[in-house]
């Protein structure tokens, strides 16, 4: 019978450490080809609504309180996108002096973004046009101020589906 010489674990050991480490390497040369974008489902930086979320939920009751906010938009298309809200208040009454900045954006990155932000206001109902660069997944955001209250209005939307919007 042959004596063991003690050198088979060390050599094991080794090269599963070599394959460990080689593979590692691996994973993050391959995760680096994708792009990696920040969410900004606020329209403002995460580390900012993760730090004043109770700020954001607490706008959002409040301007819920006081108006409503309606999606009047069909089909997206990516040839001629129009994005078109009305908004009132609780009693029915329109409002037509509110700001809304609207930004379409793919959800995995910010290379093709569109701000919308100069609307056709017609009886309460806030329009805009544009032209998208692609089709797929679009995320439509919108920021509206009307005086001190604020509320953010985001969709999920696709070009390629006869789906309605759903909010998030």
Same mark, same amino acid.
């Given at each position: 019978?042959?004596?063991?010489?003690?050198?088979?674990?060390?050599?094991?050991?080794?090269?599963?450490?070599?394959?460990?480490?080689?593979?590692?390497?691996?994973? &993050? %040369?391959?995760?680096? @080809?994708?792009? $990696?974008?920040?969410?900004?489902?606020?329209?403002? *930086?995460?580390?900012? !609504?993760?730090?004043?979320?109770?700020?954001?939920?607490?706008?959002?009751?409040?301007?819920?309180?006081?108006?409503?906010?309606?999606?009047?938009?069909?089909?997206?298309?990516?040839?001629?996108?129009?994005?078109?809200?009305?908004?009132?208040?609780?009693?029915?009454? &329109? %409002?037509?002096?509110? @700001?809304?900045? $609207?930004?379409?954006?793919?959800?995995?990155?910010? *290379?093709?973004?569109? !701000?919308?932000?100069?609307?056709?206001?017609?009886?309460?109902?806030?329009?805009?046009?544009?032209?998208?660069?692609?089709?797929?997944?679009?995320?439509?955001?919108?920021?509206?101020?009307?005086?001190?209250?604020?509320?953010?209005?985001?969709?999920?939307?696709?070009?390629?589906?006869?789906?309605?919007?759903?909010?998030?």
């Amino acid at each position: 019978m042959k004596k063991n010489s003690g050198i088979v674990w060390p050599i094991g050991i080794g090269i599963s450490l070599m394959c460990i480490v080689g593979l590692g390497a691996w994973t &993050i %040369v391959e995760t680096g @080809k994708e792009p $990696v974008e920040e969410s900004d489902i606020y329209m403002n *930086k995460y580390q900012d !609504v993760d730090n004043n979320a109770n700020d954001f939920i607490n706008a959002k009751i409040a301007f819920d309180k006081k108006y409503s906010i309606e999606y009047l938009g069909e089909k997206l298309n990516a040839e001629d996108a129009k994005f078109s809200y009305k908004i009132t208040t609780k009693d029915g009454n &329109i %409002v037509n002096d509110a @700001k809304i900045k $609207v930004i379409a954006t793919r959800p995995q990155t910010h *290379k093709q973004d569109l !701000v919308l932000a100069d609307a056709n206001v017609t009886n309460g109902v806030y329009n805009f046009a544009t032209k998208l660069p692609g089709v797929g997944r679009w995320d439509i955001m919108a920021s509206i101020s009307i005086g001190a209250d604020k509320r953010y209005y985001n969709l999920h939307m696709d070009t390629t589906k006869d789906t309605k919007p759903i909010e998030y």
